[in-house]
């Protein structure tokens, strides 16, 4: 299973929006609205902000928003705030009861 | 408030196993899943596989598939992941984390670094 493409980085200055693709196949990404969304900061665990494609845990701001089209999954980041910098990795559900991650994105602000 | 903290670092060396316990509180221990991801140093995120807490059943990458075993004591609400014959690819911060089915995960545990060299 490889892992699905994302760019290696963004950026964008505060307040602006910033848009993250995560680009599967029809196997994964495309076959499923498992897809979840993660921020990492350095040296601290991941957190979840979107799962299901579109959802939001509790607690996170509706700034962060998904979609999906076909084989590719998109996270924006809207009103960019200096403590949005970070990596974010997305996650879709790949079939067979397993997961793959993104390769991961920074994003600078 | 769920807690999973995890055990400390290890070093082994190549061709040895190393087994990460991970104690998770706050919350019953056999609903959800629990999850074990891995991060290479300066590298993403790598799903390993997921363990059923309530059957025992567990599901593995196919990276993994032969070297990677997750099992649970409900007994003491503990999850552990076996990794055996360690490469110095495997060095690794390993993270289990407790998800849903639709393999999103709410939480974390700190993380635990297991270096192999010789």
């Known amino acids: 299973q490889s892992a699905l493409t994302q760019p290696r980085s963004v950026s964008g200055s505060p307040g602006q929006s910033v848009t993250i693709s995560c680009t599967g196949t029809?196997?994964?990404?495309?076959?499923?609205?498992?897809l979840s969304w993660y921020q990492q900061h350095p040296g601290k665990a991941p957190k979840v902000i979107i799962y299901d494609v579109s959802q939001r845990p509790s607690g996170v701001p509706d700034r962060f928003s998904g979609s999906k089209s076909g084989n590719t999954a998109s996270l924006t980041i809207s009103g960019l705030q200096a403590e949005d910098e970070a990596d974010y990795y997305c996650?879709?559900?790949?079939?067979?009861?397993?997961?793959?991650f993104g390769t991961g994105t920074m994003v600078t602000v | 408030q769920v807690q999973l903290v995890q055990s400390g670092a290890e070093v082994k060396k190549p061709g040895a196993s190393v087994k990460v316990s991970c104690k998770a509180s706050g919350d019953a221990f056999t609903s959800n899943y629990m999850y074990w991801v891995r991060q290479a140093p300066g590298q993403g995120l790598e799903w390993m596989g997921r363990?059923?807490?309530?059957?025992?059943?567990?599901n593995y990458a196919q990276k993994f598939q032969g070297r990677v075993t997750m099992t649970r004591d409900t007994s003491i609400s503990t999850a552990y992941m076996e990794l055996t014959r360690l490469r110095s690819d495997d060095t690794a911060v390993y993270y289990c984390?407790?998800?849903?089915?639709?393999?999103?995960?709410?939480?974390w545990g700190q993380g635990t670094l297991v270096t192999v060299s010789s």
């Open positions: 996650c879709s559900y790949a079939g067979s009861y397993t997961f793959v």
């Open positions: 363990l059923n807490p309530s059957s025992g059943d567990a």
């Open positions: 984390a407790k998800g849903r089915s639709s393999g999103w995960c709410d939480y």
């Open positions: 029809i196997s994964d990404v495309g076959a499923y609205n498992y």
